[in-house]
């Protein structure tokens, strides 16, 4: 049993249009990062978040960390082709440092 | 600055096999994680050695084993492997072991078990 669980595990869809992966816990966590995975490559970090409702943005990418720190969002605005990969929310519990935690997740395929 | 590496890239073995991987850390990162990461799965941690020393450990029996050397290059062990070790083991450094300091992965090295 994953303790953060990511939905959906998979998504194909067209480009332009926007997505949003939900990664939730029944855990509280220090904090949640957001990673993206290409083929034959180890994770890259695209994002940290800290306080509970924290929101960031990163161009089209929209992250939020829930209030009570147990469950995050990713939203992709206007997907484009170069945006396919897997990505992964992990999680670092109190007094665990950066022994992170990993959900399981999400495809994503933007078909051109 | 140098990344993360790893060696070697694909490695197969037979059940019962020993196996070890290694990991050179980033210029001046003092702390390593390893992950294994099972097809279609999320990374599970291992474990994460600081200044050679272990500091954590997730649910991975004995068999696994690591080390951590004065440069900080780090090596996993993997006795008696069994077909449920296939997998992409990933290690990561990062400058200290904060839980909000960004962890810097290598690109894997892609055991099969047979």
């Known amino acids: 049993t994953q303790l953060l669980e990511q939905s959906p595990q998979f998504l194909s869809i067209q480009e332009g249009e926007n997505l949003t992966v939900y990664c939730n816990s029944s855990?509280?966590?220090?904090?949640l990062q957001w990673y993206r995975q290409e083929p034959g490559e180890g994770p890259v970090l695209l994002v940290t978040?800290?306080?509970?409702?924290e929101v960031k943005k990163l161009k089209r990418l929209t992250f939020q960390f829930g209030d009570a720190r147990k469950d995050s969002s990713l939203h992709i605005t206007a997907a484009q082709p170069g945006d396919t990969g897997l990505y992964l929310c992990a999680g670092d519990r109190k007094n665990a440092g950066n022994m992170l935690t990993f959900g399981g997740g999400t495809r994503l395929m933007v078909k051109p | 600055e140098t990344g993360v590496t790893q060696s070697p890239t694909h490695l197969i073995k037979t059940r019962g096999q020993q196996v070890t991987l290694r990991c050179s850390s980033q210029?001046?990162?003092?702390?390593v994680s390893w992950y294994q990461q099972a097809l279609g799965q999320g990374p599970q941690f291992i474990f994460q050695y600081y200044r050679e020393e272990e500091n954590g450990r997730g649910n991975f029996p004995p068999r696994f084993s690591g080390l951590q050397f004065p440069n900080y290059s780090s090596e996993l062990n993997v006795n008696a492997l069994e077909l449920d070790d296939s997998a992409l083991y990933l290690c990561?450094?990062?400058?200290?072991?904060?839980?909000?300091?960004?962890?810097?992965f290598g690109p894997g090295t892609r055991l099969t078990v047979l």
């Open positions: 990561a450094s990062s400058l200290t072991l904060t839980g909000t300091d960004t962890q810097y």
């Open positions: 855990s509280v966590f220090s904090s």
């Open positions: 978040v800290v306080t509970g409702g």
């Open positions: 210029s001046g990162h003092n702390t």
